[in-house]
């Protein structure tokens, strides 16, 4: 089971950093990624991150979001920084597999988080 936190509200310009913790037996170590989704919007990759720490971001949060791990907590975080209103979504973490330098999302439903709201106002 993954679970989400550290949504908020925030101003525009402003900083979050979201946990994704998974309980006993859901593994980290893989890969792993957040997604999110806004209003009236379809879920996207924002940002991935291999066993090896190798990570991928999408172009839209590219110097601004930093994606990490923490094997010993099993907890995944997201550091956003410099927040726009069009950041506002729920985030959602993801237990996938990378292969040949491309994430693949875990399917299954206990690959996915809750979610957690982030909202950036102007």
């Known amino acids: 089971q993954l679970v989400e936190s550290g949504g908020a509200l925030v101003q525009s310009g402003g900083s979050l950093r979201l946990s994704c913790a998974a309980s006993e037996g859901t593994v980290i170590s893989n890969a792993e990624a957040w997604y999110r989704q806004g209003p009236g919007s379809q879920r996207e990759s924002v940002a991935s991150?291999?066993?090896?720490?190798?990570?991928n971001y999408a172009d839209s949060v590219k110097g601004r979001f930093t994606i990490s791990r923490d094997n010993a907590k099993n907890t995944v975080y997201l550091q956003m920084g410099s927040l726009k209103p069009e950041d506002t979504a729920v985030y959602y973490c993801n237990v996938g597999r990378y292969v040949d330098g491309e994430y693949y999302p875990g399917i299954n439903s206990d690959a996915w988080g809750q979610g957690t709201r982030v909202t950036v106002s102007s």
């Open positions: 991150i291999s066993s090896a720490g190798d990570t």
